[in-house]
Every structure is written in structure tokens, then in C-alpha cells.
């Protein structure tokens, strides 16, 4: 029911931005940017999960290829579940990495599915457990982009997504939770979904030849 209640919403957001924008008309609309190369970096990652990644972007007149790598994430209490707290949980990503495929709406405006691997380290209750894992998520989102002036191909770009759990490539789960028996003979669950859930992003970015 989450799911298809999410999917609704952005359906139903990505119609009305395409009924409204003057820019959408057909596939045969000539948009601007068209067959250039971005690289970008996301500027909220850093604050908020430590590390950094870089993404690199190629449009045609309507279709997206995206490819993101990410090193050195860190989730803090902020960012887990009641579960993973009360296990006193410190969890890494070293590394996360996947391509995407969008469609250009407008100019500036595309939609994407990006699809993710993520690489998971987990301490629990200050090393009774250590687990490290894969996790995979599929994240549809919107993206929108402007450039810092006519001239320049810098630019910011920002983004919302909601990554959905796909899966990971631990073995005896129950229930998406790995059970496990601490030192006290407790028996104990680590929720070994991390990944998942909405993000909002902000990207420096730079497009190659962007007005030729």
C-alpha cells in the first residue's frame, strides 16, 4: 500500500508539471542542453552523512543517463530506526554506487529511476555483533536545474527521491531483521534496512559545452 501510494503521488505530481509547463509539448520540442555532459557533487551529503560522491549526467533531447558513486557515509542516530538505536548501532557505507534512466520534461525539469548498491558495515552493541552486507534500493525522484547565468556551465541541481528497499544479499533474515543473541543471552534484531526512504539533495554541477 506504501508503495503504490507513493508511486500515485508522483504520477500524479509529474502530470500536472507536465500539463502546466508551456516548454512540453512533444518529443519532437528541441530542448536545450541537449547531448552534453554534467558532473556534479552532492552539497548536502557532506553535512549531514559526512563523505562525498560525484555523479555524472548525459542528455539528449529527452532521455537521461546518470551514473553516482559515493565513499566514506556514516548514519548517525538521526538518520536510523528505534531498533538500530537501541542496539547502539554504528553504521558505515563505504561505498554506494548505481546508474539511473530519466526523461526530460522541460529544459531544466526530468524525472529518473535510479537504481543503487550500498555497501553496509554495521557495530552493534560496541562490537557483540559486526555484520557487513549489500543492500539495493530502486529510487524514482524529480530533478530540476538552473545554471548560475548564461555564460558559465556551473550550475545547481536540486533533487527528491524515495529510495524503496530492494533487498540485500544477507541470508536468514527474518522479516528484513537479522536475529542475533548478545552477550547476556538476550535475543536481539537489527533492522537491516538502511538505505531507504526519502532524500532531498542539492548538487554543484557542470555541463561541458553548454551552449554550443
Same mark, same amino acid.
Given at each position: 500500500?506504501?508503495?503504490?501510494?507513493?508511486?500515485?503521488?508522483?504520477?500524479?505530481?509529474?502530470?500536472?508539471?507536465?500539463?502546466?509547463?508551456?516548454?512540453?509539448?512533444?518529443?519532437?520540442?528541441?530542448?536545450?542542453?541537449?547531448?552534453?555532459?554534467?558532473?556534479?557533487?552532492?552539497?548536502?551529503?557532506?553535512?549531514?552523512?559526512?563523505?562525498? +560522491?560525484?555523479?555524472?549526467?548525459?542528455?539528449?533531447?529527452?532521455?537521461?543517463?546518470?551514473?553516482?558513486?559515493?565513499?566514506?557515509?556514516?548514519?548517525?542516530?538521526?538518520?536510523?530506526?528505534?531498533?538500530?538505536?537501541?542496539?547502539?548501532?554504528?553504521?558505515?557505507?563505504?561505498?554506494?554506487?548505481?546508474?539511473?534512466?530519466?526523461?526530460?520534461?522541460?529544459?531544466? =525539469?526530468?524525472?529518473?529511476?535510479?537504481?543503487?548498491?550500498?555497501?553496509?558495515?554495521? +557495530?552493534?552493541?560496541?562490537?557483540?555483533?559486526?555484520?557487513?552486507?549489500?543492500?539495493?534500493?530502486?529510487?524514482?525522484?524529480?530533478?530540476?536545474?538552473?545554471?548560475?547565468?548564461?555564460?558559465?556551465?556551473?550550475?545547481?541541481?536540486?533533487?527528491?527521491?524515495?529510495?524503496?528497499?530492494?533487498?540485500?544479499?544477507?541470508? +536468514?533474515?527474518?522479516?528484513?531483521?537479522?536475529?542475533?543473541?548478545?552477550?547476556?543471552?538476550?535475543?536481539?534484531?537489527?533492522?537491516?534496512?538502511?538505505?531507504?526512504?526519502?532524500?532531498?539533495? =542539492?548538487?554543484?554541477?557542470?555541463?561541458?559545452?553548454?551552449?554550443?
Amino acid at each position: 500500500k506504501k508503495l503504490t501510494l507513493i508511486a500515485s503521488i508522483l504520477v500524479i505530481s509529474w502530470t500536472n508539471l507536465f500539463s502546466q509547463d508551456p516548454t512540453y509539448k512533444s518529443d519532437r520540442t528541441v530542448l536545450k542542453y541537449s547531448n552534453k555532459f554534467s558532473l556534479g557533487s552532492d552539497l548536502f551529503q557532506p553535512f549531514l552523512l559526512g563523505g562525498f +560522491n560525484i555523479n555524472g549526467t548525459y542528455m539528449t533531447n529527452r532521455w537521461v543517463f546518470d551514473y553516482s558513486h559515493g565513499v566514506g557515509l556514516e548514519i548517525d542516530d538521526n538518520f536510523q530506526t528505534d531498533e538500530q538505536q537501541a542496539l547502539n548501532a554504528e553504521i558505515e557505507i563505504p561505498w554506494t554506487t548505481g546508474p539511473g534512466l530519466g526523461y526530460r520534461i522541460t529544459n531544466n =525539469l526530468d524525472v529518473r529511476l535510479d537504481f543503487k548498491a550500498h555497501r553496509i558495515e554495521a +557495530n552493534l552493541l560496541q562490537g557483540q555483533q559486526e555484520i557487513e552486507y549489500t543492500q539495493f534500493t530502486i529510487g524514482p525522484g524529480t530533478f530540476y536545474r538552473f545554471y548560475f547565468g548564461k555564460n558559465t556551465g556551473f550550475g545547481l541541481e536540486a533533487s527528491v527521491r524515495y529510495w524503496f528497499d530492494f533487498g540485500n544479499d544477507l541470508d +536468514n533474515l527474518s522479516d528484513g531483521n537479522l536475529d542475533f543473541v548478545d552477550n547476556s543471552g538476550n535475543d536481539r534484531s537489527f533492522d537491516a534496512d538502511v538505505a531507504s526512504g526519502i532524500g532531498v539533495n =542539492l548538487a554543484l554541477i557542470y555541463t561541458f559545452n553548454k551552449n554550443k
